[in-house]
């Protein structure tokens, strides 16, 4: 009877040890196959409000128009090593109905129907820090500003490019083996010169700050 026990508590302890050890292997297959890990392709969207304004030069005056709007960026590319993304960035943000400032006067709301547009298409690099999936972005690129009369569009119109840049920190939440949500900061910058044909040399800036909310498949 001795015997049968101690014959059956060999057998229980072998079988739990080959399914510690199954289940170990199951979790080395997993993570080699990139479950909750930053390899391979990279994919992000983002959208969210944003608070800005853009500044003006334009020779004989200054310009100032502020308010809120709305962000979007995209950025494609891959990890260069675990963690590290390479990637492009395509940046489209507008203040709508902007507050205006002339040379320091008293300021005035634009139409709803107005909005200052910028957009930037450039690269940068992405950074997660594991296991806390808290990221750090940069993108370097070259943007412009437009003006959009959505009544008219006769009245658009759009600067040279110039100098722009985009500063990111985030967190993401893993919902499926490579799919993240997640919430950023943004702060991004525009600075440019514009000759248009026939008129004077515009200098313009800008400083915009973002809240997104975050889509990332890696």
């Known amino acids: 009877m001795k015997k049968l026990l101690v014959l059956c508590l060999v057998l229980f302890g072998f079988n739990n040890l080959k399914a510690q050890e199954e289940a170990l292997f199951n979790n080395l297959k997993t993570q080699e196959e990139g479950f909750h890990q930053h390899k391979g392709l990279y994919l992000s969207m983002s959208v969210g409000p944003l608070f800005g304004s853009v500044t003006g030069d334009l020779g004989t005056y200054t310009m100032d128009m502020s308010g809120i709007g709305a962000q979007f960026d995209f950025k494609i590319g891959g990890a260069i090593k675990e963690n590290l993304i390479l990637h492009a960035t395509l940046i489209s943000n507008s203040l709508l109905g902007p507050t205006i400032k002339i040379s320091g006067n008293s300021s005035t ?39 959009i009369d959505s009544n008219d569009k006769n009245n658009n119109v759009s600067t040279q490019r110039g100098f722009s840049m985009q500063l ?40 915009r700050f973002g809240i997104l909310f975050n889509s990332t498949f890696n």
Do not use: C
């Open 109 to 147: 709301k634009a139409s709803d129907n107005i909005a200052v547009g910028e957009a930037m298409l450039g690269g940068g690099l992405t950074y997660y820090i594991m296991p806390s999936n808290i990221f750090l972005s940069g993108s370097l690129g070259l943007g412009n500003f437009s003006i």
């Open 168 to 207: 990111k920190i985030g967190k993401e939440w893993w919902i499926s083996k490579k799919w993240g949500l997640g919430i950023s900061l943004t702060y991004g910058k525009t600075n440019l010169t514009n000759k248009p044909s026939g008129g004077i040399v515009e200098k313009l800036d800008s400083n």
